[in-house]
């Protein structure tokens, strides 16, 4: 088995050779698939993320539910995640990562999000997931009595993937093919 550092190596390949035209059709398929979850109708608060090139696409999926429920995005802060709400007039790129976030006052209630929407870097059939290794999630997620779906592209699905104590199971992973 790699361990998670080789597994972030592979899929960072995998995705430099990964076409545009397919990371936007796969993300598509995903999320017509999360939009058929009762979780998904029944929930008015959802934490999401603003996709960075390299991952499920989300910008088109957040802009067609912001009005409708209650988008919270992570933003860093020193070592951890603060919520923040989506507006999209208030994103900013983060002055040194890769990525956007919201602006603007954090979310003082996390007890109304029902439903967590989780990038990673790789997945298993266990639902365990490897993240870029800051453990942003793995610290965030215990906090929240939430729906946990992990989402990736068919070839971030692994049979298996090396976990530590500390890691967050999903409760659901979502892909084009799954």
């Known amino acids: ?27 598509a ?12 109708r029944q929930t008015g608060v959802i934490l999401m993320y603003w996709s960075t090139p390299d991952e499920v696409f989300t ?24 919520l923040k709400s989506f507006h999209p007039d ?28 989780v990038p990673g870097i790789a997945f298993d059939r266990e639902r365990h997931r490897t993240g870029r290794g800051k453990g942003y999630y793995d610290r965030l997620l215990p906090a929240l009595q939430v729906c946990k779906i992990g989402v990736g592209f068919d070839f971030q699905l692994l049979d298996a993937i090396p976990t530590e104590p500390h890691d967050v199971r999903m409760d659901k992973i979502v892909f084009p093919s799954v």
């Open 90 to 117: 208030t994103l900013k790129k983060h002055p040194t990562l890769n990525l956007y976030e919201p602006q603007g006052e954090a979310c003082p209630d996390r007890k109304n999000i029902r439903l967590a929407i």
């Open 59 to 82: 910008h088109e999926f957040i802009r067609r539910w912001y009005r409708k429920k209650h988008i919270l995005l992570p933003a860093i802060e020193n070592e951890n995640l603060t």
């Open 1 to 27: 088995m790699l361990n998670k550092e080789q597994i972030r190596q592979y899929i960072r390949q995998k995705k430099k050779n990964f076409p545009e035209a397919e990371r936007l059709s796969q993300s």
């Open 29 to 40: 398929s995903i999320w017509q698939q999360i939009e058929q979850m009762d979780i998904f």
